[in-house]
């Protein structure tokens, strides 16, 4: 018995049915994807980290903010940068230091394990060429030091229209970011605050 083959069988169904197939499949896989953000940010661990806010507007998409963050720029793995390259996969193992603000205090191939207070999380390598920041978070590429840079998906902010010049404008010592990071180190923005008063707040969904 000839089994008839895949593209046969569709052209069977009849069009309604494949169109809603289609949609419950497109609609299935967009609510898996707002659940899995909704369950970092209501089970994650919160890190506090100082941001850099960079760049305003998106005329698409209203206004947003992107941000930079001291964890961005990371030292590379004792003995060298381990041969990490642009778009491989890390670990940044995040301590807080004395103001209980975020530092990345090492960087890993592997989940490592932690232990106290120490969070871990998951990022990518964007440049193993990154300039060191000095003692006032600036860049500093005269330093002769060269850290790896990592993206951690926290790095653009959408916030009401009209109000990310505000934000882009505010000193960067006054701006702070809430972010909930998941057992697996994937990371999501929760709050965001300027002079230690909420600004925004991340809704579950």
């Known amino acids: 018995m000839r089994v008839p083959s895949a593209d046969a069988f569709m ?84 301590t807080p230091d004395s103001e209980g603000f975020a530092r990345a205090s090492a960087v890993a191939r592997t989940r490592p394990a932690v232990t106290g207070s120490d969070v871990v999380i998951a990022g990518r390598v964007q440049s193993t060429g990154a300039c060191a920041l000095n003692e006032t978070g600036e860049a500093d590429c005269g330093s002769g030091r060269r850290r790896l840079r990592i993206a951690y998906g926290l790095e653009s902010y959408f916030v009401p229209q009209g109000e990310g010049r505000a934000i882009e404008t505010t000193q960067r010592s006054r701006i702070e970011v809430v972010a909930a990071v998941s057992a697996g180190g994937e990371a999501a923005i929760k709050r965001l605050l300027i002079d230690g008063k909420l600004v925004y707040a991340e809704p579950p969904y």
């Open 11 to 94: 052209t069977r169904v009849p069009l309604l049915w494949r169109v809603l197939a289609a949609m419950l499949l497109l609609t299935g896989g967009l609510l898996a994807m707002v659940e899995s953000r909704a369950g970092i940010l209501r089970s994650g661990a919160e890190v506090r980290l100082k941001t850099v806010p960079v760049d305003p507007r998106d005329l698409f998409r209203g206004d947003y903010v992107v941000l930079a963050y001291p964890i961005s720029t990371v030292e590379g793995p004792a003995g060298g940068d381990g041969g990490l390259r642009r778009g491989d996969a890390v670990f940044v193992t995040l």
